[in-house]
């Protein structure tokens, strides 16, 4: 059996790990952090309970496989699991709000027709059967399976819309024009682009395959766990330990040992070196290559991926009052004018440190959960936005606009006063959803995409979208076997991408590669 060694302690590496060890190797976790997780952290203060990650979970058909593949004991053995209903409620600028059941393509037709106009949710229903398409053609060769073929994945396979009367087909000019013309615009246009912003997409330029995010959401449902995501990531953990994976915290890793043109082991601070025959590289790869912790794999940029995408700036508010009954666990704010927010997130705001009053799209996470509060008196709620990355003189790194990923200038989020403005206009916004908010807040804290980097070490505190078909391959990511024998990447920033459900299935296509199968999430 193999001596492996894992550059990390984020899921992606812990669902290899897990894998790993389970099959008679030998793994040792490296984390420069003093605890696991990465992007699903905890933030504890005064008997309140706030993710700083991923406030829901998708897809959890990948974690279930993670667990049943490595011991006895199954995810909601561990983890209690509950449906998230509705799964989200939309607000628009205009007053009209809509919640969308769990899982429920009629309920969701229903739903649409009642708050946009009869035939709304048909037309809704409809884009979600072309999303469909997107997911089997693109499910197994670009999220399960190893990357063979990343040409064919250039071109969006989002199938044009049949025009109703007429012996042709209407052309997709991405999101924004599904939005546009199939869906008539207007709130209908606003639900579909927000999926993509929330990951970090420019609407305006993602892919019509983006429309796979709304599918995946609608079709398999959304779920929180008791106690939190952070139950999740720590449920992983002690199956790692359960497999006698050893984990080395407050480890930072400096190098990459090779040998006979392999990797050989990892080269620690201070100097110190642990020889492997097998390297996983978990951490966020971008770091890891512009600090020369794994070398370029060939000229021009030393990282092959998108940079400088967007990050997130989160806002944990401590309220007091009761949460009030049949409140939605996920409600998202729609600002009146989107276009202005693009501008500012995708770096077209000329100078302008501040989005637009009101122009900001705000998640409000409000989980039904006593582990997150002290008692039923109090309610712990969190707010989410897009924003740039963090640039430590606010011009960014990344070229340029107009990418699917909306790479432009970045934000100096250490500039004074910067954190509180922007936070102060997400709080103005998520009134309309929590109505007495200034009221009832008893202290916030403030997490911008400059402690995302300090935290994770992320770079810029960016968070890299899922991949995605189409865009000329932009969206794509690096493959999990490097150019370097006995180095393997996983986790958001390696094939497939960013997001809860892609860690995992990176870490089940490493090991399978680790164990001498061909990759495959399976």
Known sequence: MARIAVIGAGMASMATAARLATGGHTVVVHERAETHGGGLGLLSRDGFRFDTGPGVLLLPAVQRDLFVKTGKAALEDVVDLVQVDPAVRHLLADGTAVA????????????????????????WSQVMVRAREVWEATRRPLLEDVLHDPAAQAADPYPAAVRRGLFRRAGTSGLAGVAARELGGGGLGALLESWALAYGLDPRHAPASASVLAYVEQTFGVWYPRGGMR??????????????????????????????????????????????????????LPALYRDGVLPPEGPGAPFPGPAGEPG????????????????????????????????????????????????????????????????????????????????????GSAGGTGTATGTGTGLDWSSPGLAGAVAARMAEAAEAAVPGLRERELWRVVRTPADTASQTGAPGGSVPAPALAGAGGALLRPANRSAVPGLYRVGGWAHPGGGLPHAGMSGAIVADLVAGGPGGSR
């Open 100 to 123: 969308l059941p769990n899982a429920s393509r009629s309920g969701v037709v229903e739903a649409l027709d009642a708050a946009f106009g009869p035939g709304s949710g048909e037309r």
């Open 231 to 284: 139950a999740l990531a720590d449920a992983l953990y002690e199956r790692c330990l359960e497999r006698r994976v050893e984990f080395r915290f407050g480890t930072a890793v400096t190098g990459l040992l090779v040998e006979d043109g392999r990797a050989a082991g990892l080269e620690l601070a201070g100097g110190s070196r642990t020889p492997a025959d097998v390297v996983v590289a978990g951490a966020p």
């Open 312 to 395: 997130r700036c989160v806002v944990h508010l401590a309220l007091r009052g009761p949460r009030p009954e049949g409140t939605a666990h996920r409600t998202v704010v729609h600002p009146a004018e989107r276009a202005a927010e693009y501008a500012w997130v995708f770096g077209e705001r000329r100078g302008d440190a501040l989005p637009p009053a009101g122009g900001l799209t705000v998640t409000v996470l409000r989980p039904d959960d006593p582990a997150t509060r002290p008692d039923d008196g109090h309610e712990a709620v969190t707010l989410v936005a897009t924003v740039p990355c963090h640039t430590a003189d606010g011009t």
